[in-house]
């Protein structure tokens, strides 16, 4: 089920700029007993992400009712928002873009993800690099060509899931997850001022690490730093967090880190 701007339809403006630009950003929420879970969070992340990409007039009290609305209506599923600048403007001007589309839909939830929580997940390291740009870098905008690419070559091997460089070789993210690791006491994330995506879930499970002693540090370093780790994680808002089992040729057993947090994501 799909409605653009309250109202339930299929059909977008052929000139709507997320369809000629990619001009707009969006998020994904878990759906649970009807409920948007983390609602809040996922608003201010479109907020967020609206106010780095300059567009304005985003009716958030109509979109927060949608998202509502929209979860009433399924039980267990999963609810995208998208926010786009909306029509009008002269080629890449957004001169005229006065009322930005506001798109929700719902669909089922991925039936694997707790097959993959019992047993974990093989990552494979992807061939696509993903390019650095501080000032896209940490937000959910719509141009997911990489990722699309990411995917089509994650689907070539038997992993679960890619893990992600960007062009200078650093650490970033999964295809649609962000990854943590922990060697010995310390816990690690990938820096992302430079690339990937700032997930709602890897905001929880940081606060929650702090919550519990553990030191969180965001470091910018190469996949190396993964080879003597004793455990890595990766999360997102629908997952929430899995276990990593194996690395192209490295494998992990510990779920020490995993059996902290999981109840609590």
């Not at 998020?27 to 990409?53: D, F, S, Y």
């Not at 949608?66 to 599923?77: L, N, R």
């Amino acid at each position: 089920m799909v409605w653009v701007n309250g109202e339930q339809q299929q059909q977008l403006a052929v000139n709507d700029r997320a369809v000629q630009f990619g001009d707009g950003c969006f998020t994904t929420a878990r759906v649970q007993a009807g409920k948007v879970q983390w609602l809040p969070a996922h608003l201010l992340r479109l907020q967020q992400a609206t106010e780095r990409l300059l567009i304005d007039s985003v009716d958030w009290r109509a979109l927060e009712q949608e998202m509502v609305a929209a979860a009433a209506q399924q039980d267990d599923g999963v609810l995208k928002v998208i926010i786009s600048r909306g029509s009008g403007g002269r080629g890449y001007s957004a001169a005229g873009c006065h009322a930005p589309t506001r798109i929700v839909s719902l669909s089922a939830y991925p039936a694997h993800y707790p097959q993959l929580r019992s047993k974990g997940v093989k990552l494979a390291l992807s061939p696509v690099r993903l390019g650095c740009n501080p000032q896209l870098a940490g937000i959910k905008h719509l141009n997911r060509l990489e990722q699309v690419l990411i995917r089509t070559h994650l689907e070539q091997t038997d992993a679960d899931e890619a893990l992600v460089l960007d062009t200078a070789g650093r650490l970033v993210e999964c295809c649609a997850a962000n990854v943590f690791w922990r060697t010995g006491g310390q816990v690690f994330t990938p820096l992302l001022t430079q690339a990937g995506v700032n997930g709602i879930m890897r905001q929880h499970i940081m606060a929650l690490l702090a919550e519990r002693g553990y030191a969180c540090q965001q470091v910018a370093v190469e996949m190396a730093a993964l080879e003597h780790a004793d455990e890595v994680l990766i999360c997102n808002a629908l997952m929430p967090v899995l276990s990593v089992y194996q690395i192209e040729g490295w494998h992990y057993a510990s779920r020490q880190l995993f059996d902290l947090i999981s109840p609590y994501c």
